[in-house]
């Protein structure tokens, strides 16, 4: 049973913070964090230490505070980085440092004029050192989506051998299909000899709008950790999203695999996220947008209201979600009408639907969306005439 859990790596607090306009201050990361540890993630990657004082504060008051969740901080495969994060996460009962490098010929020769070698020989220098402050150390192969399988899979063994428990195999520029990485995810798992002394990781961006497709992708492929953050924001187009991943899993039962994220508390947590960073969620984000349980076609009010399956594969309760919205538009029909005004406390026949239906289409084709009080004047208009 233990092999079929995935492990939720919560980045929001690093990743998603790299956000224009997202930034946040070691007040709102301790709050955030104490919320993700309620959640139930299982690692916080609570920011990069060395990159500011601010962000040291806030990996190490994390790293005081909260009891049941490893705390990470992110570093380069740089000894004066790495000797910083390990005094950030003194304060830790589980910590980890999480270091690595460029693996695709892109970075190797732009980003570091380099060889493959000299990679490898970095790599494993950043891990040994990691590994002289905590035993729990994630080595990232930078741009692995776009690597050379081969090379890929030489950095991985050497990594793991010099001590690394978890190995994040980063689609970095989103560039994967789902397909392609999750070939690349099971090379490794047949091809790196010492692959069962770590878990492999999963850290896609959504450059082209896969990431939670190439995460899933992965961890079908023996992947047993992803790394997301709350409402998918990160860099450029964003991160996995948590919420997506989390509840692909727990829908798809076939795939048997789990994780021990409290599901009710989705849809709090992204409102909070979103409020804390001012960075408003898409009302049609998947989970956790405004429009996610809304219903506004004739023919879709029709089969929900008959029966939710029809529409909804999620309880909205599911999810901390509010109930499922009917929502009156001009493409809205007969039973959705009805059942609107019956939640008003109206009890109209066949006969009178019908009548009323013609007035609602005038009001609907002149507005996006008819209101409550828009449906009580129809009403109580139709009474009066009716009476008189």
Same mark, same amino acid.
């Given at each position: ?63 005081? #505070? ?7 901080? *992110?570093? /380069?495969?740089?000894?004066? +980085?790495? =000797?910083?994060? !390990? %005094? ?31 990679? #490898? ?7 040994? *050192?990691? /590994?002289?402050?905590?035993? +729990?150390? =994630?080595?990232? !192969? %930078? ?246």
């Amino acid at each position: 049973m233990a092999d079929n859990r995935v492990f939720i790596f919560d980045t929001t607090l690093r990743d998603g913070e790299q956000v224009p306009g997202c930034k946040l201050n070691t007040t709102e990361k301790i709050d955030l964090a104490l919320k993700l540890e309620e959640l139930g993630v299982d690692i916080i990657e609570a920011g990069f230490p060395i990159s500011s004082p601010g962000d040291f504060e806030s990996v190490n008051k994390i790293a005081s #505070i909260v009891k049941d969740v490893t705390v990470c901080g *992110l570093t /380069r495969a740089v000894q004066k +980085d790495i =000797e910083v994060a !390990a %005094e950030a996460l003194k304060p830790a009962r589980r910590p980890r440092i999480h270091t690595g490098i460029g693996s695709s010929d892109i970075h190797i020769k732009h980003k570091f004029n380099a060889t493959r070698e000299e990679i #490898i020989e970095r790599g494993t220098a950043a891990v040994k *050192l990691a /590994r002289n402050f905590v035993d +729990d150390v =994630e080595f990232f !192969a %930078e741009d692995a989506g776009r690597a050379d399988i081969e090379f890929l899979a030489r950095l991985v063994e050497a990594v793991i051998a010099a001590g690394a428990t978890v190995v994040n195999i980063p689609d970095t520029t989103g560039y994967c299909l789902p397909h392609q990485y999750g070939e690349k995810i099971a090379y490794l798992k047949n091809n790196v000899p010492n692959i069962d002394k770590a878990i492999i990781s999963c850290h896609c961006h959504n450059d082209l709008g896969l990431a939670t497709a190439n995460s899933i992708a992965g961890v079908i492929e023996g992947a047993r950790q992803i790394e997301c953050t709350i409402n998918g924001l990160g860099e450029r187009a964003g991160n996995t999203s948590l919420e997506e991943v989390v509840m692909i899993l727990k829908q798809h039962k076939d795939l048997n695999l789990h994780t021990n994220i409290n599901t009710q508390l989705l849809n709090p947590i992204s409102r909070l996220v979103s409020e804390t960073m001012r960075m408003p969620v898409q009302p049609n984000k998947a989970i956790v947008g405004a429009n996610a349980f809304s219903h506004s076609s004739g023919i879709h009010q029709d089969g929900f209201l008959k029966e939710a399956i029809t529409y909804e594969i999620i309880n909205p309760e599911e999810v901390g979600a509010e109930s499922s919205k009917i929502v009156l538009t001009a493409r809205s029909g007969r039973h959705a009408l009805a059942y609107r005004f019956q939640k008003l406390g109206f009890q109209f026949n066949r006969n009178d639907i019908d009548v009323l239906y013609k007035e609602f289409l005038k009001i609907a084709d002149s507005k996006k969306e008819v209101m409550e009080e828009d449906l009580q004047q129809l009403a109580n208009k139709y009474q009066t005439a009716t009476v008189a």
